[in-house]
Nanobody, 118 residues
Framework: QVQLVESGGGLVQAGGSLRLSCVAS????????VAWYRQAPGEQRELVAL???????KYADSVKGRFTISRDSAKKTTYLQMDSLDASDTGVYYC????????????WGTGTQVTVSG
């Protein structure tokens, strides 16, 4: 069973930076993509950044130019570098990994809280 564990969240002032990490418990065969989602209080979960394996990264319009998704396959870790944070970035950030293409399986982390003050 694959487990994803996020870390790196916390409280930061507006304009600051955070780097989130997501470590998988094991190598995921036929890995399709990795992604970060977030859920603000009272809102639905939304896609923030997506990295299709072997393809380009894609970002929500609200984070383009500020967030960067990357992956270190040797460490089984996905990162989200977040710069120029503002209050609208506050929420719980979830790591996602998709296995396979014909009948994909989604794996989720339990989330890490990011709070931007000011």
């Amino acid at each position: 069973q694959v487990q994803l564990v996020e870390s790196g969240g916390g409280l930061v002032q507006a304009g600051g930076s955070l780097r989130l990490s997501c470590v998988a418990s094991t190598t995921i065969p036929r890995l399709n993509s990795v992604a970060w989602y977030r859920q603000a209080p009272g809102e639905q979960r939304e896609l923030v950044a997506l990295l299709e394996i072997g393809g380009p990264a894609k970002y929500a319009d609200s984070v383009k130019g500020r967030f960067t998704i990357s992956r270190d396959s040797a460490k089984k870790t996905t990162y989200l570098q977040m710069d120029s944070l503002d209050a609208s970035d506050t929420g719980v950030y979830y790591c996602n990994a998709v296995q396979g293409w014909i009948d994909p399986v989604n794996y989720w982390g339990t989330g890490t809280q990011v709070t931007v003050s000011g």
